[in-house]
């Protein structure tokens, strides 16, 4: 069982930068792929970005060159910065971790970006 806990999400103008966290209840060198996901009201959730545990990073088209995601393996924690915020990235940020068969979330931090 993997337990993951977010934290740093709130409301932010528009052209700011917030950090996300998520603390993992377990060695984050033991999962596949740990990853941001986020879901705006009305749309479905989508992939944010994603890292592997040999450190492979992907990103979503709309987050590209204005998010890093990050990791302290010391610390079990991946990190979102979020830099040049926009108001569509308004939604509720989730955790994920994929470890093969089983897949862990978050109970989702909400990000708010006023115009």
């Known amino acids: 069982q993997v337990q993951l806990v977010e934290s740093g999400g709130g409301l932010v103008q528009a052209g700011g930068s917030l950090r996300l966290s998520c603390a993992a209840s377990?060695?984050?060198?033991?999962?596949?792929?740990m990853g941001w996901y986020r879901q705006a009201p009305g749309k479905e959730r989508e992939l944010v970005t994603s890292?592997?545990?040999?450190?492979?990073?992907n990103y979503g088209d709309s987050v590209k060159g204005r998010f890093t995601i990050s990791r302290d393996i010391t610390k079990n924690t991946v990190y979102l910065q979020m830099n040049s915020l926009k108001p569509e990235d308004t939604a509720v940020y989730y955790c994920?971790?994929?470890?093969?068969?089983?897949?862990?979330w978050g109970q989702g931090t909400q990000v708010t970006v006023s115009s």
């Open positions: 377990v060695n984050i060198f033991t999962i596949n792929v």
């Open positions: 890292i592997t545990r040999g450190g492979s990073t």
């Open positions: 994920n971790a994929n470890a093969l068969l089983i897949s862990y």
